[in-house]
C-alpha cells in the first residue's frame, strides 16, 4: 500500500496544475461569470496547488473576489483588456516579444502547435497567443488522453517557449496599472504559480 501514495499523490498534483490553468484560463478569456466568481468567494484559501508559496496569492485573489461586486471586476476586466481599439494591456505573446501582434512568435506558436497535432478553432476570434489558449494548451499537455503529446516532456519545452518567455511581461504590466485590483491579485498568483511550475520543469533538467 504504501508504494501507491506517491502514485496517488502525483496523480492529484497533476490535476490541481491542470485545473489551475483551466481557470487561469477562463479568467483572463472574459469577465467572469457570476457563478464562477460565487465559487471564487467561497473558495477554501489554501492554494489549489501544491506549493505553500502559492498560498498567499491565493488568498489574495480570493480576498479581491470577495471584495468587489460582479459589475466592479467585470468593469475591470473591460478597462485593462477590453474596449473598442488598443486595450490598455496585452494578453497576447506576440505584442510583449516583439512590440506587434501576429509577429515571429505566433508563427513559431503556430509551428509548434501543428507539431503536437493541435489547431485553433475558428469559432474563436482570438489568435493562438492568447494567454487563454496558452493556458488551455499546457492543460491538455497536462491532463490529454494522448500520451504521445500529452507528457512531461512536452509540457517543459511548451512552458519554456510559450510560457516562461513573456507571461512575465505581462504579469507586470497588469499589476502596474492603477485601476488593477481583481487582476493585479490574479497576475500576481499567476506569477507565482508559473515560478512554482519553472522550478518544478528545472528539476527535470
Not at 87 to 105: D, M, Q, R, W
Request: hydrophobic share 50%.
Amino acid at each position: 500500500m504504501m508504494e501507491r501514495i506517491p502514485v496517488s499523490s502525483s496523480l492529484d498534483e497533476e490535476t490541481a496544475r491542470a485545473e489551475v490553468y483551466g481557470l487561469l484560463a477562463a479568467l483572463y478569456y472574459a469577465p467572469p461569470s457570476p457563478e464562477l466568481l460565487s465559487q471564487l468567494r467561497v473558495a477554501v484559501t489554501e492554494a489549489p496547488a501544491a506549493g505553500g508559496f502559492l498560498e498567499e496569492p491565493w488568498r489574495a485573489v480570493v480576498a479581491a473576489a470577495r471584495e468587489m461586486t460582479d459589475a466592479q471586476v467585470a468593469e475591470e476586466f473591460d478597462r485593462l483588456f477590453g474596449g473598442v481599439g488598443k486595450p490598455e494591456v496585452f494578453l497576447f505573446a506576440s505584442h510583449h516579444l516583439s512590440g506587434f501582434l501576429n509577429e515571429k512568435p505566433l508563427a513559431q506558436l503556430r509551428s509548434d502547435l501543428a507539431a503536437l497535432g493541435l489547431a485553433r478553432d475558428e469559432t474563436m476570434p482570438e489568435t493562438e497567443d492568447h494567454v487563454s489558449y496558452i493556458f488551455e494548451v499546457m492543460r491538455y499537455l497536462i491532463a490529454g488522453d494522448d500520451v504521445e503529446v500529452a507528457n512531461l516532456t512536452q509540457q517543459q519545452k511548451f512552458f519554456a517557449a510559450h510560457v516562461q518567455s513573456w507571461l512575465p511581461l505581462m504579469c507586470e504590466a497588469v499589476i502596474a496599472h492603477p485601476a488593477a485590483r481583481f487582476y493585479a491579485a490574479l497576475t500576481a498568483f499567476t506569477q507565482a504559480f508559473v515560478g512554482v511550475e519553472a522550478q518544478g520543469f528545472d528539476m527535470m533538467a
